[in-house]
């Protein structure tokens, strides 16, 4: 199971059978009470790490680049961050004119390097803005992971009323700037009311996001409160807030206010370009799991056992097999965590763990063009395609896959479609992914503050999207619940950590530092909100001489 052999003695297999207070390690070495400096004078603690998605990738990489540790990865599957990669067969994909579509990606490294026969699809596609994912961005600087700009084009249709809008975003520099698409839909003076509310709840935003009156108000009270058109949140808020946070509307309406205030406040006022992996999700991958000193993919984690007389801890396999370390930091959802946790010895962190909720979802990849319920020939032409129904208690969202990955050009259409409200045709289903997703509540908030107290007592770490307090459950809350383990366990990052991501309500929780310090490079330019306002309006002038 290792994909490769340990550099030294100090992967240690506990045997049971033989001794409670003895263990052998790989080479035959006698470990059991003694000290790590003891064992393998060459590296500090033995740390293990369970779960290689976002946050068990960059402990380990963090921890490995200090190089003080040593560090084993455990993964049940064989791809952990990779595990729904979909490997699209250009050969079998029917070459056509008609399919395409404009690119305005600058990638180069779509193909797999070990078989250019076959271009490797993120699933779900991963996507990043640097104001709202700081630590990300350092992260994949310092790993040598590769990234590119995309230029966004977005619809949003209403079926019912058969009406769609959208924008399209210019970049300059390092900021995007959206106008909006007046070409995608018939006029209606509602639209400017639509600009004056997304203007006044960006004003919101920057006024109450870090306001304490609103830390327990859940976001859905906050509409309430404030007022805002039913047919902006309904057709603009919620879809946009669904689909960031891969959950249902009634799932959003109960994220604390102070959570998706800063969210907003981050990602869509402050007019960063997005960015995706050039390579994928499977470069990243590749580039993190060098700081570990073991892997061992497919293998199962049943318990995670603190042995409080002996400072230590022992993890057993679902085959059985038992293995000792100085620390575990435990890098999966909370109800797979909950699972592996023991009874007897962390019945507390058990209970405090039923408090997050999870939500499932599915993304299909295929060619069922059907399943544009607006007009195919103008949804084709935009990157991401958001359709909204009063019938549906979430958006159905497609990304034309031809639009972003170069070696899909020319190709016939391909699409990634999150919640379809309908199975695609017979014969067009390429792959199907189901994943679970935490979600944030105020219950979950008050539990992740007392787990967060708890933290490393029993030398039992938790690290995740889910358990940065203040932070939507995305990638950067996952590399920060990473870096704030490896700083407690005495691992500096090797870059300055940006807390903008996180509530200023809850940064108290995961950092001592200047709060206002980590929102000095993220100011929004004072000029932003004109510049907004003349792109939203002057397509107005100069596309409809008729509003004279």
Known sequence: RLTRQPRDSTFFKLNMNTSSSASSSTSGNSVAGTSSSSTHPGKGLRIAVIGAGIAGLSCGWILGKAGH????????????????????????????ECADPANNSTSTEALSPNNEDHVKIDVPFRVHIPSYYPNLTNLCRLAGVAVETLRNTTTISHVEEQLCWGYRSLNLGLYSVPWLNWSLQNFRWSFLKFIFQFYQFRRDCARDAHDPAYTTMTIAEYFNLKGYGERFLSELVYPFLSAACTCSYDAVGKYPAHVILNYFLQSATRYRQWRRFSGGSTDLVKKLEAGF???CYNVGIASVEPIS???????????????????????????????????E????????????????????IHNDASLFVADQEQQSKTKFSVFVSTSETKPMIHLTLNRVYPALKGKEPLYETWNCWRSPVEG???????????????KSEAALRELLAEQGKKR????GSYSTPGCVPLLEGGVLSAATVTRQLGVSLPWQADYSSISEHSRALVTTEDSC???????????????VVLALISPLVLAHKSCW
Request: glycine share 2%; hydrophobic share 40%.
């Open 69 to 96: 540790h040593h560090v084993t990865l455990f993964e049940r599957s064989h791809a952990g961050l990779n595990a729904f990669t979909y490997e699209a067969p250009l050969t079998q994909l029917r070459s056509t």
């Open 293 to 295: 000193d073991d892997l």
């Open 309 to 343: 007389d002996e400072e230590i801890v022992k993890i057993t396999t679902t085959d059985g097999e038992e293995f000792l370390f100085d620390h575990v930091v435990i890098c999966t959802p909370p109800n797979t965590t909950r699972q592996m946790l023991s009874e």
């Open 345 to 364: 010895h962390m019945q507390r962190e058990r209970e405090l763990l039923k408090a997050f909720e999870i939500e499932s979802s599915s993304i299909t």
């Open 428 to 442: 067009s289903v390429k792959a199907e992914a189901k994943f679970e997703r935490p979600l944030v509540t105020l």
């Open 460 to 463: 039992v770490w938790f690290a």
């Open 517 to 531: 310090k980590a929102y000095s490079a993220s100011k929004p330019l004072p000029w932003s909100s004109l510049l």
